[in-house]
């Protein structure tokens, strides 16, 4: 009786949280397009329909076969789990509360800058509206979330005021001998070689840390803005300056013109660890575009006459280019380009359009959409890749391992959990998976019935409060259904229960699921419950 409680618990949860109609995804691709249009004003345009957009895609006009407008409003609370419950779960039942991430960046910002861009980060809260969601983040020796997404003024006011930035200088993994440096102490005294490998770390860190964010909003619907507040970082390691703000040309862009890397010093001089970062750039990308997340970049370093600023900038230009948003920088205004980022993203269109000969050719796609009125301005992202989600043993592992140690929670695949310590020596795990994020392929049997084919790879990850990880475990779930139990899962998740050994050391659980087949992953950090005690029997009269 008290399983068939808790599981009904746990479906009343997702059903509550995921109240759209759930559709079991097939492997054909869907290609969500979020488009912000602005008048000659600047101003956000509210009446546009379906038919007022041209969407084309390698210059081949497309379908449309989705739109939707969603405008800036208040979300919907989330719906309150039952006491030792926990979830990633962030679908407010269809709302679009306009969420904003504010990313301060004192990994790759010097001090004085740090400073500047606080202030006009507090003179901006000040000024938040009611319909505003606004989370902040610090990166620095690792990303941590300085507050949740709120509309609440003062607590958010809080939450910057007590942050003042030393102690976050490092990388993601703690870079700690520099822990009591600024970022222009890092690289004096030290050879070309150790200021390269340095430099390439924290890059390294920084995209590691965009797609957390990315994975982190993946769940929420509609568009997501991230005004990344940072004095910026090159794409390249250990080459001459590069005389433009002109970034390597993608690497998923096969076929198109490439720009020749700068030359490597020749001759007498230090030794230079030399290395481009378009492979890892690519794959930040694709992480972004398939959350919808527009990157918002905003130089803390305000106006500057650094000759090698440009280098800086051009990384900018190119998240905001390929992710639909806008880079700010050369003013000193931080504050007043927040705002406008919040202003210029209160109505957002997404079309939806299913790529006419779509083929996993690994192809960059480039996408162009217009509107048929003069004078618009449109923003969205540049291009999709036509890649086939890798399901090869190393990529599984090395996915999980990712969303297992990540200090974010993905949410792009919806889980509910409860964890109760059944004994001193066992856990008793009972696992909700959010269907909508489940990929199953219909096949027909030997017999002619109907079959739901697919695959759920679960990772269980046992830590204590420092982090450090214990003992874990992994399952493959091979899902082979009837229609009637299809149908028993479309109403209710997929539901899984495990029983674990607990390690004497841990204090957390970590679980991780991933789809194998659209590869999209949810995880959480769960405590667990106290077996609950067994009453005495009553006494007979």
Same mark, same amino acid.
């Not at 679908?91 to 904003?100: A, F, Q």
């Not at 990384?315 to 380009?337: C, K, L, P, V, W």
């Not at 090395?398 to 949410?411: C, D, R």
């Given at each position: 009786?008290r399983?068939r409680?808790l599981l009904?618990?746990l ?11 759930t ?35 390698k ?17 919907k ?9 926990y979830?990633?779960?962030t ?5 679009t ?15 004085g ?7 006009? &980060? ?10 505003? /969601?606004? $989370?902040?983040? %610090?990166?620095?020796r !690792?990303? #941590? ?15 910057v ?8 200088v490092?990388g993601?993994?703690g ?30 860190d ?7 964010v ?16 940072s ?9 001459d300056? &590069? ?10 862009? /096969?076929? $198109?013109?490439s %720009?020749r890397?700068? !030359?490597p #010093? ?7 660890d ?6 890892e750039?690519d ?8 959350a919808?997340v ?5 130089d ?36 007043t ?11 957002t269109?997404?079309l939806?359009?299913?790529p ?20 618009m ?11 086939k ?7 599984r592992e ?16 919806g889980i ?7 004994d ?34 679960i990772?269980?990850?046992q ?20 229609k009637?139990?299809?149908?028993k899962?479309r ?10 050994a ?6 957390f659980?970590r679980?991780?699921v ?7 992953s ?20």
């Amino acid at each position: 009786m008290r399983i068939r409680i808790l599981l009904s618990a746990l479906i009343l949860s997702v059903a509550t949280v995921t109240s759209q109609e759930t559709i079991f995804r097939t492997t054909t691709r869907l290609i969500q397009v979020n488009v912000v249009v602005l008048d000659k004003k600047g101003k956000p345009v509210l009446d546009l329909k379906r038919e007022d957009f041209t969407l084309l895609d390698k210059g081949k006009p497309q379908n449309i076969a989705a739109f939707s407008m969603e405008q800036k409003r208040a979300g919907k609370p989330m719906p309150t789990l039952q006491p030792g419950f926990y979830t990633n779960l962030t679908n407010t039942g269809g709302s679009t509360p306009n969420l904003t991430v504010i990313l301060i960046d004192s990994l790759n910002t010097q001090w004085g800058d740090q400073s500047v861009a606080r202030q006009h &980060i507090i003179k901006f809260l000040e000024q938040i509206k009611p319909d505003d /969601r606004v $989370a902040l983040m %610090i990166l620095g020796r !690792q990303l #941590k979330v300085l507050h949740s997404f709120t509309d609440d003024r003062e607590s958010l006011l809080k939450a910057v005021k007590k942050w003042h930035g030393r102690e976050e200088v490092g990388g993601i993994g703690g870079d700690t001998e520099t822990v009591d440096l600024g970022l222009d102490d890092i690289f004096g005294g030290t050879s070309g070689m150790e200021q390269d490998m340095r430099q390439s770390r924290r890059i390294i860190d920084s995209l590691a840390a965009m797609e957390s964010v990315g994975n982190y909003l993946a769940g929420s619907p509609g568009r997501k803005n991230l005004i990344w507040v940072s004095g910026g970082f090159p794409l390249t390691v250990g080459f001459d300056q &590069i005389k433009s703000p002109q970034v390597f040309t993608s690497a998923s862009q /096969r076929g $198109a013109p490439s %720009i020749r890397p700068p !030359q490597p #010093k020749m001759g007498p001089g230090p030794i230079r660890d030399q290395r481009t970062f378009t492979d890892e750039l690519d794959k930040t990308m694709k992480v972004l575009n398939n959350a919808n997340v527009a990157v918002y970049p905003v130089d803390a370093r305000g106006l500057t006459i650094d000759t090698n600023a440009h280098e800086n900038i051009g990384t900018m230009q190119e998240f905001a280019s390929r992710t639909g948003g806008r880079a700010f920088y050369n003013r000193n205004d931080i504050d007043t380009a927040i705002r406008q980022v919040m202003e210029e993203t209160e109505v957002t269109y997404t079309l939806a359009f299913y790529p006419t000969g779509d083929k996993a050719d690994g192809q960059f796609h480039d996408l162009k959409v217009k509107v048929n009125r003069p004078g618009m301005s449109v923003r969205n992202r540049k291009g999709w890749v036509a890649s086939k989600p890798e399901d090869n043993e190393r990529s599984r592992e090395k996915q999980l391992a990712y969303a297992a140690h990540s200090p974010l929670e993905a949410t792009a695949l919806g889980i509910v959990a409860k964890v109760t310590k059944k004994d001193d020596s066992n856990l008793l795990v009972q696992l909700v998976v959010d269907p909508n994020g489940v990929n199953l392929e219909m096949e027909k049997d030997k017999d002619g019935k109907d079959r739901y084919k697919g695959r759920v790879d679960i990772l269980w990850l046992q830590r204590d409060k420092s982090g450090a990880d214990f003992a874990s475990t992994q399952d493959v779930v091979d899902l082979n259904l009837l229609k009637e139990t299809y149908d028993k899962m479309r109403r209710g998740g997929l539901i899984y229960n495990k029983q674990i050994a607990l390690n004497p050391k841990a204090e957390f659980l970590r679980i991780v699921v991933r789809d194998a087949t659209s590869t999209l992953s949810g995880s959480i950090t769960a405590k667990w419950d106290k077996p609950e005690a067994t009453p005495p029997p009553k006494k007979r009269p």
